[in-house]
């Protein structure tokens, strides 16, 4: 994992989400498959909804990659067993 110490470059404006991390676990292991996959991500605390009878807003991780990635990265991913954001 990253250096805490150390602060990265944000990427640019012009992000596509891949994935969205409900727990912290679960966070660090989809970091750590995306630095041993060299492929640079933004992780930002964003909130969404969850649930449909019982629906609540959480707070979540979720994983940006520059758009030209994004492909190679869900493609990683979902060989790893996770779901991951698809664009509209």
Do not use: N, W
């Not at 676990?25 to 969404?48: G, H």
């Not at 979720?62 to 994004?70: C, I, K, N, Q, T």
Request: contains cysteine; charged residues 30%.
């Amino acid at each position: 994992m990253a250096d805490p110490a150390i602060t990265p470059e944000p990427l640019e404006d012009d992000l596509e989400l891949v994935f969205i991390a409900a727990k912290l676990e679960e966070a660090r292991t989809v970091e750590a498959i995306l630095e041993e996959s060299a492929i640079e991500y933004e992780v930002r605390v964003e909130q969404y909804k969850s649930g449909v009878v019982f629906a609540s807003v959480r707070a979540g991780a979720f994983f940006y990659v520059l758009p030209e990635a994004a492909p190679g990265c869900r493609e990683i991913l979902r060989q790893r067993g996770y779901r991951v954001h698809e664009p509209d």
